[in-house]
């Protein structure tokens, strides 16, 4: 398997444009996880899904962010409209898991988001 | 409840010793805590975890110890090598059957070993 797949790697936009993140999780996988990593705020939780419906997003900043999964092989997370202050790395992570066994997650390379 | 407090921020370990890196946590319904490795530019990857039945675990160079009454674990890293330079980050979840694995994540620790 290739991991979690995450594209864009980097994306820089203006102020007010929307912006679009991709993420392919493991095959076989039933959770995903969006994170935003910053110095000043660490790795924060913004939503998961469980197969395909979202479970927690009470990460999500604000409205402006919204995240979809319309498939098992992938997700989206939108940010409408972009602020400077969106500026950090979105990590998409993927793990299996069943009744009181938990895996580890598997993180991908993460997207650079530069809002300017 | 759900924060996970690690420390030191920042960390420089001679090459051969040993690093040390804290965790405390307040919320006593977590029951799994891993350690993740972050190399710059990639995602963290998961490098050991624990659950509170036991009060260490070593795989290789790298041991958890637990203390379930104190509410802290740590990462001991032996023999530490200039390779391990990266930033560490401990977390916790539950692993009820109600919500996920939702991890919470500490602040990391950039460890940076000198040769």
């Known amino acids: 398997d290739a991991g979690v797949i995450q594209s864009p790697r980097h994306e820089v936009t203006e102020m007010g444009q929307e912006v679009t993140l991709r993420c392919k999780p493991i095959s076989g996988h039933d959770y995903l996880f969006w994170y935003r990593q910053t110095m000043m705020r660490g790795l924060e939780l913004l939503i998961y899904?469980?197969?395909?419906?979202?479970?927690?997003d009470s990460g999500m900043p604000e409205d402006r962010f919204s995240a979809k999964m319309p498939n098992a092989s992938f997700s989206t997370l939108k940010i409408q409209p972009s602020e400077p202050r969106d500026s950090a790395v979105y990590f998409c992570a993927s793990s299996l898991r069943r009744y009181r066994t938990n895996y580890g997650y598997t993180f991908g390379s993460g997207t650079r988001l530069t809002v300017v | 409840q759900q924060q996970v407090k690690q420390s030191p921020q920042s960390l420089i370990v001679q090459k051969g010793g040993i690093s040390i890196i804290n965790c405390a946590y307040e919320n006593t319904a977590f029951d799994y805590f891993p350690w993740y490795q972050q190399f710059p530019g990639k995602g963290p990857a998961l490098l050991i975890a624990i659950r509170p039945d036991v009060s260490e675990k070593k795989e290789g160079r790298f041991t958890i110890s637990f203390n379930k009454s104190a509410k802290q674990f740590s990462l001991h890293i032996m023999d530490s090598q200039p390779g391990d330079s990266a930033t560490y980050f401990c977390a916790a979840s539950t692993a009820g059957l109600q919500g996920a694995q939702k991890l919470v994540f500490g602040q990391g620790t950039r460890l940076t070993i000198n040769p």
């Open positions: 899904f469980n197969n395909n419906v979202p479970i927690d």
